[in-house]
């Protein structure tokens, strides 16, 4: 069994602008049949100001209700460099301030984000799971090209579409 | 023990403009079962790309062709179902490694996977680094992929030395 049949492997964004807009959403992954998620982010020409990353729940596709608290670690440089790939230890953001800002020296690096399906809140059926860039009006400029790996509650060799 | 402790997680390319012939980063796989490539192919126009999957004794250096499986999302992105695979394929022809026609009619926008063994380099020369290339071989081809390598380590750690040059 290859990874792809143990993990799912989502395209989630194309080159996010962060840039285009205040707030900067993903697509929206349905996590009813999913234990936990990794957000794997490469930036592209960031720079000019710091943006910050969100991570939200909502009960439909493009609903984002709740903030949620998340784990992060950055890679150790810039691709193309060695240690592009050894990543800082894990941190947390905080149900206080559950964003995360990411500096403009960090183009070109490689950021990984990780949610567990419980912190969502499933009470409310916010199933649907999204990442966010965020410039917040500072004019931070560059872009995000997302992939997340997600582990299925049910394996198979073709898992159905999470997405809408 | 999250996904990036049991597997090593590896930015290879960024955007890199396959108009040309161009490479990802290069993997050193000493301590690695294998790899799983995970690219995001961007918008794609005029001719094919080609795509194969090479070892090198060194960090950029690309001498023997190698097996691969690969299989491409069923939708280009922002569908449903883009993220679901089709069967795996093979590159080898008649046992030999063939070039992957990335046909720019039918992918552009899409997900692609490649899965490379350790086993299949050629170890006993030391060709412990690997990379895909992407050639123009049709002439024209243009667009852009972006991918990261996921590895299965043969010794997990917490946070594993890069694989990296």
Redesign the interface.
């Given at each position: 069994m290859?990874?792809?049949q143990e993990?799912?492997?989502?395209?989630l964004a194309?080159?996010i602008d962060i840039n285009s807009a205040g707030t900067n959403p993903s697509?929206g992954i349905n996590m009813s049949k999913y234990h936990?998620c990794?957000f794997?982010v490469?930036y592209?020409d960031v720079g000019v100001k710091a943006h910050y990353v969100r991570v939200q729940s909502g009960a439909a596709e493009a609903a984002y209700s709740s903030n949620i608290p998340f784990?992060y670690?950055m890679?150790?440089a810039a691709?193309?460099?060695?240690?592009?790939?050894?990543?800082a230890?894990?941190a947390s953001t905080t149900v206080a301030a559950p964003e995360l800002s990411v500096a403009d020296s960090y183009d070109?690096y490689?950021l990984?984000v990780?949610i567990e399906a419980s912190q969502m809140d499933v009470a409310n059926q916010e199933e649907w799971l999204n990442i966010s860039f965020d410039d917040d009006g500072n004019g931070a400029t560059g872009q995000a090209?997302v992939?997340a790996?997600l582990?299925p509650r049910y394996p198979s060799g073709?898992?159905?579409?999470?997405?809408? | 023990m999250?996904?990036?402790e049991k597997?090593?997680?590896?930015?290879?390319?960024?955007?890199i403009d396959i108009s040309g012939t161009v490479y990802t980063?290069s993997i050193n796989m000493k301590n690695y079962h294998r790899a799983?490539f995970?690219l995001?192919i961007?918008t794609l126009a005029v001719a094919d790309s080609h795509i194969w999957a090479y070892s090198g004794t060194a960090d950029s250096t690309y001498t023997s062709t190698l097996p691969a499986?690969y299989?491409f999302?069923?939708a280009a992105?922002?569908?449903?179902?883009?993220?679901?695979?089709s069967?795996?394929s093979s590159n080898l022809s008649a046992g030999v490694p063939a070039a992957i026609h990335l046909t720019n009619g039918t992918y552009s926008?899409f997900?692609m996977?490649i899965?490379v063994e350790s086993a299949d380099m050629d170890m006993a020369n030391q060709e412990e680094w690997l990379a895909l290339k992407f050639i123009n071989t049709d002439g024209g081809a243009t667009g852009n992929v972006?991918g990261?390598a996921?590895l299965?380590p043969r010794y997990t750690a917490n946070?594993?030395?890069?694989?990296?040059?």
């Open positions: 290859n990874l792809a993990k799912k492997i989502v395209w194309e080159d697509d936990d990794l794997v490469h592209i784990k670690a890679g150790g691709l193309s460099a060695a240690n592009a790939d050894v990543y230890t894990w070109n490689t990984l990780y090209v992939m790996i582990s073709s898992i159905a579409t999470c997405l809408a | 999250y996904l990036p597997f090593k997680i590896v930015p290879v390319a960024n955007e980063d799983t995970i995001q961007g499986k299989a999302g069923g992105y922002g569908s449903a179902s883009c993220d679901v695979l069967a795996d926008d997900m996977i899965e972006s990261i996921i299965e946070r594993s030395a890069t694989a990296l040059a």
